[in-house]
């Protein structure tokens, strides 16, 4: 490959389910200058309708995803080889690609030797509750790829013990065309709330903080996916009874949702061992007011008390919600230091795509070369 600053063929291979991960990152090159080749391999498991969470197809693909192993994965191996010994990208990045094993890539690496290849997760295959099946040909794949982009900065330790040769952070990001600023008066009343919280349930407490605050009396709204089951067994009476069923909200609904509260709530996935998410760029985008649990990390991306806000306890969410509730312009000032913050510091979609353009130039200027 030549120098730096060239504009590359980059096949990007995935599962490319969820329109904000690989299609927002192609979309994104593209405005840049790249070509991007996609190669998406989820029709083969799920099938997808309007409106409603993906199913799978039938047991058994639902039995070859969780295990990668049968004659779909072959099939989209044998693939994946034929679309790319076509095209001849200058760049393969496996983008969450769970499903291309290391042989192939090994072959694929001979028949390209001029193509830089590069890895990134933004799920975290090191995380104690993940998969190991689910994982096992990333991980193996580590030493074959050029450059291997870490979601979180514990990653980084991970991917070197696992035979990384270069190691770059390329944090989340959120999308200008899809997360912007909506009105509150123009919100229907359904997206209305005091606090809201949009995001997956998961067994960390969150439960009860969010009963915690229903408790209060404050006007609390939550929408995403995992909630329903535990919602339908809260005895009769519970204060969190009143939100059954919980929905998903996408596009415009999930700008309403946001938009439509006073501040936003943001958990982080112990699951992932997260110490950010990408929410957290996302409800400043939108010009909202962001409570979001504490970490390091997001202390060092945005100044608590002046940015963000950030709780470290079920106290300390129910006082700084209390707090908050009751002065509306220290809620508008924080929303709009938090706007200006992702701004300036180039929290965008395409900013990131430049950031990741700029370490393929690099990797290929200095001739970093993988194992094959």
Known sequence: MEGAGQMRTILISGEWLWPHYQEACAKALESIGHTTIKFGWYQHFFSVSPGKEPRFRSFIAQRQNKYVAGPLISKINHDFLSVATEKKPDVVWMYNDTHIVPGTIKRLRKLLPKTLFAQYANDNPWAPNQSAFKWRHFKKSVPLFDINFYYRLSNKLDLLR?????????????????????????????????????????????????????????????????????????????????????????????????CGSRMALSFLSKLNEDTYTRRNFEIPAMKTFMLSEHSDDLANLFAEGIEAEFFRSKDELLSKIDHYLRHDAEITRLAARGYERITKDGHDVVTRMKQFSDRIDQTAKEGVCAES
């Open 162 to 258: 696992a035979g990384a040769k270069r190691t770059e952070l390329l944090r989340s990001y959120y999308i200008p065309q899809e997360t912007f600023p909506v009105e509150r008066r123009l919100i229907e009343d359904e997206f209305r709330s005091d606090v809201v919280f949009v995001g997956h349930y998961e067994d960390d407490g969150r439960l009860a903080m969010l009963s915690a605050i229903a408790e209060t009396g404050c006007k609390l709204r939550l929408f995403g996916t995992g909630w329903n089951a535990h919602l339908a067994r809260l005895p009769v009476g519970h204060v969190l009874k009143g939100l059954y069923p919980v929905t998903p909200v996408r596009g415009k609904d999930y700008r309403k949702a946001i």
